[in-house]
């Protein structure tokens, strides 16, 4: 069965440096969304993409984050200057449809900033 | 803005036994989508059973089925004939159908054991 694919699975940064998370989705989904969860806490949504462009966008998803699908497979979520905060998982998700389609879901990238 | 709670950090289930997971939601919308996932350790997470708010039959597959209260804003996940493999975290989950928005809410999830 097709699986949403993340790289890395643990990434470790220093304060202050960019990351780029890297997902790739199932191959015939059209809507793909970025989530993190906070060590103890709840999975959040970050941001939903669909048609190259940003659909929805929570709070959470200030100026240090961008989306990007550079190619017809990778979908990637760039942090511009990290936090301490920002040390999470973030999962990477993918649907066929948006309407009752499950949201299909990587492993995730295990976010460490130093 | 919806609101998914979900009351027990943990829930522990004898192997062959039944378990119901608690899960209540906030919300002002008449339709919508819910869901239970589960993430075993170390794994994505991966969908157990969805129910559209609109229908009033309860969702169920193989093993797993949900208790939908609609006027309750309740939506109960139970397990029968636990497996040692139904051990993981389990994700309570909701979803408008309003607009774009596509997004899952989580609760902050129930850690199952299943005890041999």
């Known amino acids: 069965e097709p699986e949403v694919t993340q790289t890395p699975s643990h990434q470790v940064t220093q304060m202050g440096q960019e990351v780029i998370l890297r997902c790739v989705p199932i191959s015939n989904h059209l809507y793909f969304y970025w989530y993190r969860q906070i060590l103890g806490q709840k999975v959040e949504f970050l941001v939903s993409f669909y048609n190259n462009e940003i659909s929805e966008k929570s709070e959470i998803f200030d100026d240090q984050f961008s989306v990007e699908r550079p190619d017809g497979s990778n979908f990637t979520l760039k942090i511009r200057s990290t936090k301490l905060e920002d040390s999470a998982m973030y999962f990477c998700?993918?649907?066929?449809?948006?309407?009752?389609?499950?949201?299909?879901f990587g492993d995730g990238t295990r976010l460490s900033i130093l | 803005a919806q609101t998914v709670t979900q009351s027990q950090p943990e829930m522990s289930v004898q192997e062959a036994e039944t378990v119901t997971l608690s899960c209540t939601y906030d919300?002002?919308?008449?339709?919508?989508?819910l869901f239970w996932y589960k993430q075993p350790p170390s794994r994505q997470m991966i969908l157990v059973i969805r129910q559209e708010a609109y229908k009033q039959q309860n969702a169920t597959e193989n093993r797993f089925s949900v208790n939908f209260q609609k006027a309750a804003k309740s939506f109960s996940l139970k397990i029968s004939d636990s497996q040692l493999g139904d051990a993981a975290m389990y994700f309570c989950a909701y979803r408008t159908l309003r607009g774009s928005q596509g997004n899952l809410i989580f609760g902050k999830g129930t850690k199952l054991s299943v005890k041999p």
């Open positions: 998700a993918s649907s066929l449809l948006r309407e009752n389609q499950p949201q299909h």
């Open positions: 919300t002002s919308e008449s339709d919508y989508y």
